[in-house]
């Protein structure tokens, strides 16, 4: 079964930073997600990719294959980009998911 | 747009009760998922299905069961709720031709007392 950690666990920024969330997974996979995940439950895809970057607004998702590694960046943070950030790897139709990283930007 | 729905945003049962979670997706996805979300666990897989009834165990089965009986339905059933059982549950469908990408429900916060 694939190991997926993220990092970091916690992360507080200041509105405008730019903000890194890292992602390694243990096992060759067929794609990654980015999920977003706002208090009150609802959980959201960002992307999914299995090679090379995607953009989506100010936020952009990279993936290293060889590497097993995958960031999720966020430029110009705002407030509303409060949230948790979950990395999941897809395998045979399935997800393994990491355990999130909480994300607060301040004002 | 793929949308995912469940029946409660918050269910609150007694221990013993018998609990049903539905969850519908109107985009003729193949692939359904019920998930709980516990502090600490993150996302585990309780149950899935690849076709209309069927059914495959995942990481964590004991004290649930599902049932899908048309395509766009996947029920979840604690057959005698528990207190450890209060958490939230999180449906999700994919297909083949979305690249297996999973879409998620809101979620039910269901609290056993």
């Known amino acids: 079964k694939n190991e997926v950690e993220q990092s970091p666990q916690n992360l507080t920024a200041q509105e405008g930073e730019f903000i890194t969330i890292n992602c390694s997974y243990s096992?060759?996979?067929?794609?990654l997600h980015w999920l977003q995940q706002h208090p009150g439950g609802g959980i959201v895809s960002l992307f999914m990719l299995s090679s090379g970057k995607k953009k989506h607004g100010r936020l952009i998702a990279t993936i290293n294959i060889q590497e097993k590694h995958s960031s999720l960046h966020i430029t110009a943070s705002h407030p509303r980009d409060s949230a948790v950030y979950i990395c999941a790897v897809l395998d045979a139709r399935q997800l393994t998911f990491g355990s999130g990283t909480q994300l607060t930007v301040l004002p | 747009d793929v949308k995912v729905t469940q029946s409660s945003r918050y269910l609150v049962k007694r221990t013993g009760e018998k609990v049903f979670l539905e969850c519908v997706q109107d985009m003729d996805h193949e692939n359904m998922f019920w998930y709980r979300q516990d502090p600490g666990l993150g996302l585990r897989l309780i149950y899935f299905s690849y076709d209309v009834k069927m059914k495959e165990k995942g990481d964590i089965p004991e004290g649930y069961s599902v049932s899908r009986e048309k395509k766009e339905r996947f029920s979840l059933i604690l057959e005698s709720a528990s207190t450890n059982q209060t958490s939230m549950y999180l449906c999700?469908?994919?297909?083949?031709?979305?690249?297996?990408?999973?879409?998620f429900g809101p979620g039910t916060r269901l609290t056993v007392l």
């Open positions: 999700a469908s994919s297909s083949p031709t979305s690249g297996f990408e999973q879409f």
């Open positions: 096992v060759g996979i067929s794609a």
